[in-house]
T-cell receptor, first 113, second 116 residues
Framework: QKEVEQDPGPLSVPEGAIVSLNCTYS??????FMWYRQYSRKGPELLMY????GNKEDGRFTAQVDKSSKYISLFIRDSQPSDSATYLC?????????????FGQGTELSVKP | EAGVTQFPSHSVIEKGQTVTLRCDPI?????LYWYRRVMGKEIKFLLH????????ESGMPNNRFLAERTGGTYSTLKVQPAELEDSGVYFC??????????????FGSGTRLTVV
């Protein structure tokens, strides 16, 4: 069983839709949860960063962590064609000591005009 | 601020040959990481340098892979001899040292390695 499970998609939505991306994980010791966005032929770029359980909002993006269910989500409101990319969840045990990231497989998102 | 630079961006080599990938981290970043994505799989950790020292190399697949970080600056990842299963995208990332607020690693664009 993978440590982090993420539906690879692809997911196609019309412009303006609300997008929900999710990951589940098995290791209850994970403390730091991240969402990365990756455009084609580019490296992952950090979108959101959350410590432990709770919500975090940044513009059109909201990250949620439910440690009791070992489930994390990223919501994108008013999705735009420029949001079309692969979204990767990642998590780690020890963040500020430079802990290694455990990634999900990534979900490919396409937002149609 | 210049980002993480990797080269080559793409390399095609024959099985049995040697390939060296290079990563230049963001200046001043003590932490340097190598990750790999094999087609259809998730990005996986290979190893972590703190300055010139290997902090964690638990993800290195086997002894055909050798990573170095000269003087705590740039890093190289050598694959010798390359096998077909080594094909994938190799990412390098860097982050500031411990004790500093660290909101995320910065990844390079990756080196796409194809072994034929």
């Amino acid at each position: 069983q993978k440590e982090v499970e993420q539906d690879p998609g692809p997911l196609s939505v019309p412009e303006g839709a609300i997008v929900s991306l999710n990951c589940t994980y098995s290791n209850s010791a994970f403390q730091y949860f991240m969402w990365y966005r990756q455009y084609s032929r580019k490296g992952p770029e950090l979108l959101m960063y959350t410590y432990s359980s709770g919500n975090k909002e940044d513009g059109r993006f909201t990250a949620q962590v439910d440690k009791s269910s070992k489930y994390i989500s990223l919501f994108i409101r008013d999705s735009q064609p420029s949001d079309s990319a692969t979204y990767l969840c990642a998590m780690t045990l020890i963040y500020n000591q430079g802990g290694k990231l455990i990634f999900g497989q990534g979900t490919e998102l396409s937002v149609k005009p | 601020e210049a980002g993480v630079t990797q080269f080559p961006s793409h390399s095609v080599i024959e099985k049995g040959q040697t390939v060296t990938l290079r990563c230049d981290p963001i200046s001043g970043h003590d932490n340097l990481y190598w990750y790999r994505r094999v087609m259809g799989k998730e990005i996986k950790f290979l190893l972590h340098f703190v300055k010139e020292s290997k902090q964690d190399e638990s993800g290195m697949p086997n002894n055909r892979f050798l990573a170095e970080r000269t003087g705590g600056t740039y890093s190289t990842l050598k694959v010798q001899p390359a096998e077909l299963e080594d094909s994938g995208v190799y990412f390098c990332a860097s982050s500031p040292g411990t004790g500093r607020i660290n909101y995320g690693y910065t990844f390079g664009s990756g080196t796409r390695l194809t072994v034929v």
